[in-house]
């Protein structure tokens, strides 16, 4: 606790005091660029990760970046997307995933987190994911890559989830929103972005922004 406290003290000589104007202007509203749909984990910074400043962009974060389709649970993950879309107007949400997922990691072993059943039953949300990984990658043994891979798939399954809410819906039917599905490898760095046309996971560089086209499976490995 007495790092965080220290962090606050340090945040107001320095961090603030260098950007006051820019903190004063926050009290007219904010105009974030984008939705940002994580994980919850600790080691992913999404400011830091885009570079982005305080009102640039809106975040939502929830274990395993899980968006239950609308109308699952009446809870802040609608609330927030609906918000996003039809209050603050929006163009895109980016749905990141992340290397060493523990929330994947559970959903592809129920035993070990059978003593959190709040965690098990949020994780059905992401039931497709799993059974997406166990029926068409029966072949991918090694526990890493097969990790890697749902964390893959659980992005592409979260992106259709999205596209239930009707805000979403009727955003992408007037060209309005655009939608991206990222994985954020951190310990090298890398951000690896949804190729609808080649149906892969390319570094950021090398991909059309927008994912236009509906969900498709993975090629194999």
């Known amino acids: 606790?007495?790092?965080?406290v220290h962090g606050i003290h340090q945040f107001k000589?320095?961090?603030f005091s260098k950007d006051q104007k820019l903190f004063e202007t926050l009290v007219a509203g904010q105009h974030p660029l984008a939705l940002f749909i994580t994980c919850?984990?600790?080691?992913?910074?999404?400011?830091?990760?885009?570079?982005?400043?305080?009102?640039?962009?809106?975040?939502?974060?929830?274990?395993?970046n899980i968006i239950p389709p609308y109308g699952a649970v009446h809870g802040g993950e609608a609330a927030t997307i609906e918000y996003a879309v039809m209050a603050l107007?929006?163009?895109?949400?980016?749905?990141?995933?992340?290397?060493?997922?523990?929330?994947?990691?559970?959903?592809?072993?129920?035993?070990?987190i059978s003593k959190m059943p709040?965690?098990?039953?949020?994780?059905?949300?992401?039931?497709?994911?799993?059974?997406?990984?166990?029926?068409?990658y029966q072949h991918l043994t090694e526990p890493e890559k097969r990790l890697t891979l749902t964390v893959e798939e659980n992005v592409l399954v979260q992106l259709e989830n999205l596209r239930t809410h009707?805000?979403?819906?009727?955003?992408?039917?007037?060209?309005d929103l655009k939608l991206h599905g990222w994985v954020y490898k951190f310990e090298t760095g890398d951000v690896f972005a949804f190729n609808p046309d080649s149906c892969q996971f390319l570094p950021i560089e090398?991909?059309?922004p927008a994912v236009e086209s509906a969900r498709a499976v993975l090629p194999p490995i």
């Open 1 to 4: 606790m007495q790092k965080l």
């Open 13 to 15: 000589r320095d961090a």
């Open 40 to 64: 919850s984990d600790s080691r992913i910074d999404p400011n830091r990760l885009t570079q982005t400043k305080p009102g640039e962009l809106f975040i939502q974060r929830t274990a395993g």
């Open 89 to 112: 107007k929006v163009r895109d949400i980016i749905v990141c995933g992340h290397s060493h997922c523990g929330a994947m990691a559970g959903l592809l072993n129920p035993e070990a």
């Open 118 to 136: 709040s965690v098990r039953a949020y994780l059905d949300h992401a039931a497709a994911t799993r059974r997406i990984v166990e029926e068409n």
């Open 166 to 175: 009707p805000a979403v819906a009727a955003a992408l039917g007037r060209s």
């Open 206 to 208: 090398d991909v059309t």
